[in-house]
């Protein structure tokens, strides 16, 4: 089992970008794809970002597209969600999550291929 823990959420007007930050402890990090989820008020849980295990592949929520950037960075065991652009849509509970499966081959964008959460970090976009 991986511990997650996120931080860098915020307050942000519109416009504005914050950075996310998820380090991870209990398990090999390199080996595993790595997720973002958001829920917003009143919102289904939705996926957000994900990246490979490498790092070299990268996947993304269609509104997120050129205004989100994820990235990680395996000697320090965090991956990162940059957010620029941001929209008051964008508010919600962010949520890091690792892959269940080791060496996944297609990037996984459904809860139910991610098998560790965090406990979440806010994000509000304020217009």
């Known amino acids: 089992q991986v511990q997650l823990v996120e931080s860098g959420g915020g307050l942000v007007q519109a416009g504005g970008s914050l950075r996310l930050s998820c380090a991870a402890s209990?398990?090999?990090?390199?080996?595993?794809?790595m997720g973002w989820f958001r829920q917003g008020p009143g919102k289904e849980r939705e996926f957000v970002a994900a990246?490979?295990?490498?790092?070299?592949?990268?996947s993304y929520e269609d509104s997120v597209k050129g205004r989100f950037t994820c990235s990680r960075d395996n000697s320090k065991n965090t991956v990162y969600l940059q957010m620029n652009s941001l929209k008051p849509e964008d508010t919600a509970v962010y949520y890091c999550?690792?892959?269940?499966?080791?060496?996944?081959?297609?990037?996984?964008?459904?809860?139910?291929?991610?098998?560790?959460w965090g406990q979440g970090t806010q994000v509000i976009v304020s217009s």
């Open positions: 999550a690792a892959d269940s499966r080791p060496f996944r081959l297609r990037l996984g964008t459904t809860g139910a291929d991610f098998g560790s």
């Open positions: 209990g398990r090999t990090f390199s080996h595993y794809a």
């Open positions: 990246i490979s295990s490498s790092g070299f592949s990268t």
